[in-house]
């Protein structure tokens, strides 16, 4: 089921024009910038399919700069994101592609600072839920049934074991699992989909383990 | 995380077998997935009903969007019923009014709630203020018309779509006017099993609706289509309690919603690029809102 919550059909509360390509949009740029866990001085943004046809008259761009911006669905300062961005010192450009798209509403964004760049592809699928699909080359196949965690690491023995170790502690079941990398002994990432709703203290706990990067969570 | 329910076939034989309404239902299974309090559901979908409300006063005011494309119709349709020469009902045309209100607030880049989307979030809040001077709803009602709503938008967005961009408008306001059908013969003291009817009856009217947005824009024809939804919400819920069925069951009218989607070609699924949007008038009203770079971009 891609849609758990009754709030995903009556919700979410959100400046308009459009769930799927305003409210939806603001939330693939919001998940881009936990992942990247700050504010990025830079974002390249490609919009596909209906995103790129049509984003100028649904405020899909300055939706997903509002998300970069760390503001919610129903955050009125969306509307004037572009101004917020500038004060801010975030640089930004919209790539139209004319390819097309395995999902109608795909962007992809680049974003980065000084410390680092990151790269994530997210779908908007409706009523303004969306999905993540690539993160940094790696390709998710999340369900979408279940919170996910999202966890970049060190590729170094034992780190997959320790935050298995740790949701076990605490009594949380693994449903489904992905772990990639992108050279040995580089970067790479978690993907674990679990049953039960995982606390702030468990984030923080999963952080704190040796040779973890970075942790974020998908949920609704 | 139990579902309780993925069709509306489930979904009625619960409430049936429990003697409960539809509403009980959901609000039963957002605790079990969400593993939230009753109360905490319950809050939720009272915000979401108090921005309803303030879309409403806020576009029955008269609002204009940024593209001066839509804005001002609800104040029309207002003053019309006031001048008593209504021919469809008072009720009907209220109705319509607060859809078309919601709406244009929406275009104005104003605070809606999606039902289920934004582009449809004019039907259920509409449907609901207007038949609320009719029938009297307590505040526990009012939230419950919108857990009903959701129970059916729920087997809709799971088993076909809620996007335009996906299945076309019979995706969004047909989606919009149907779960809006349902929650008004709840609220009507209907049984479960009629709400299902006026589900269906409604869906099987909006199937095939296309979505074609001029200029990309959620306005024409999207405010108005919100107007009609609402209205064959309405009769749709009218037939139900008057007793008539659907011949189709509401999951296999479901099932054909989607496959028609598929089956929709893409300059039809909210690209701008066909249907009202590839129009003279529409082309030239973009050319108007964008320049003329992107008119040509949609006349390829």
């Known amino acids: 089921m891609k849609f758990r919550s009754v709030f995903d059909i009556i919700g979410p509360v959100m400046v308009g024009p459009s769930s799927s390509h305003t409210a939806g949009a603001a939330r693939i740029g919001r998940v881009a910038r936990t992942l990247f866990g700050r504010q990025p001085d830079w974002a390249e943004i490609r919009l596909y399919g209906s995103f790129a046809e049509t984003y100028k008259g649904h405020g899909t761009d300055v939706a997903i700069v509002g998300g970069l911006l760390d503001y919610d669905t129903d955050d009125e300062r969306i509307r004037t994101a572009f101004d917020e961005a500038e004060q801010v010192g975030l640089k930004f450009e919209f790539i139209t592609e004319s390819e097309e798209p395995e999902h109608p509403n795909t962007a992809k964004i680049r974003i980065g600072d000084a410390d680092g760049e990151m790269e994530l592809t997210g779908i908007s699928i409706g009523g303004g839920k969306m999905e993540v699909t690539e993160l940094n080359g790696f390709t998710l196949r999340l369900t979408g049934h279940y919170p996910a965690l999202l966890i970049v690491h060190h590729d170094r023995p034992g780190v997959i074991a320790s935050v298995a170790n740790a949701l076990a502690a605490d009594g949380i079941n693994i449903a489904h699992m992905e772990c990639g990398r992108k050279e040995k002994g580089e970067m790479a990432l978690m993907v674990i989909e679990v049953d039960q709703i995982i606390t702030d203290s468990m984030i923080r706990l999963i952080t704190d383990l040796d040779n973890v990067t970075q942790v974020s969570i998908l949920a609704d | ?300």
Do not use: W
């Open chain 2, 1 to 300: 995380m139990d579902i309780l329910f993925s069709t509306v076939k489930e979904l009625i034989g619960l409430a049936e077998e429990s003697g409960r309404p539809i509403s009980e239902i959901m609000i039963e299974q957002e605790m079990q997935i969400t593993k939230r309090s009753r109360e905490d559901v319950i809050k939720q979908m009272e915000r979401n009903l108090e921005v309803m409300e303030e879309a409403v006063e806020k576009g029955l005011k008269g609002v204009s969007s940024t593209s001066g494309l839509t804005g001002g119709d609800a104040v029309l349709i207002q003053n019309y019923i006031k001048s008593g020469k209504s021919l469809s009902g008072d009720l009907l045309l209220d109705a319509v009014s607060k859809a078309v209100a919601t709406n244009e607030v929406n275009a104005a880049m104003g605070m809606i709630c999606a039902t289920p989307t934004a582009g449809a979030a004019g039907i259920v809040p509409g449907t609901l203020f207007a038949v609320k001077d009719k029938l009297n709803p307590t505040r526990e009602q009012m939230i419950n018309f919108l857990f009903t709503s959701g129970a059916f938008g729920f087997v809709v967005a799971n088993n076909a779509s809620i996007s335009g961009a996906a299945g076309g408008c019979q995706a969004e306001t047909g989606s919009a006017a149907s779960m809006a059908a349902a929650a008004i013969v709840e609220m009507a003291g209907g049984t479960p099993q009629q709400s299902a009817e006026a589900f269906s009856i409604v869906m099987k009217n909006m199937l095939g609706l296309v979505c074609d947005p001029v200029a990309g824009l959620v306005e024409v024809p999207c405010v108005k289509r919100n107007a009609m939804g609402a209205a064959k919400a309405l009769v749709g819920a009218d037939m139900a309690l008057a007793g008539v069925t659907s011949v189709i069951p509401t999951d296999e009218v479901i099932e054909a919603m989607h496959r028609i989607g598929r089956s929709m070609p893409s300059a039809l699924r909210e690209t701008a690029k066909g249907g009202l949007a590839a129009t003279p008038t529409g082309k030239r009203l973009e050319a108007e809102i964008f320049g003329k770079k992107a008119a040509e971009s949609v006349a390829d």
